[in-house]
């Protein structure tokens, strides 16, 4: 067998491809673990960034659920004071009105006290007729005057005797 320098050029050269080959491949695989480290990497750095804003959103949750119950219990409070205000000015008010209702009793109290010492009666008086008009001064005139036993005005008693005859 003869070995020519086309075949040592051409060995070279298979040999040369083939290191070529091997060196590409051999940087391929770096790139490729290189690509793997930096997604792992990226996974890693998302996962951490996803737990906390897990973690804030929880906080944020927690501390909204907090705010809510300290809102309902203020409302709670205020409603539980406008009702104690709203007792305590009823109760006033039926004091106040229990009071002033004592305070009328007692003067009409010292009034019929007042009277009862006059001589007066207690009671109130009243009167039928007024005084004044017509009727109560015909009335007082025919008393007065003897005239009221006739039955009228006819002072001679004249048209009660026409008539009796």
Do not use: C, W
């Amino acid at each position: 067998m003869i070995i020519t320098g086309t075949m040592i050029a051409g060995g070279l050269m298979a040999g040369a491809s083939i290191y070529q080959a091997r060196v590409a491949a051999d940087n391929a695989r770096k790139a490729a673990q290189s690509a793997r480290d930096r997604t792992a990497a990226l996974r890693t750095s998302s996962e951490q960034q996803i737990a906390q804003m897990q973690a804030e959103a929880t906080q944020r949750a927690k501390q909204f659920q907090s705010q809510i119950e300290q809102s309902r219990a203020d409302t709670a409070a205020s409603v539980t004071a406008a009702e104690e205000a709203r007792a305590q000015s009823q109760a006033q008010m039926t004091q106040q009105q229990a009071q002033s209702n004592l305070m009328i009793h007692q003067q009409q109290l010292q009034s019929a006290i007042a009277r009862s010492q006059k001589g007066s009666p207690v009671g109130k008086t009243r009167r039928t007729a007024k005084r004044g008009t017509p009727e109560s001064m015909r009335t007082k005139l025919s008393i007065d005057s003897g005239l009221g036993a006739t039955g009228g005005g006819d002072p001679d008693g004249i048209s009660n005797q026409a008539l009796n005859v």
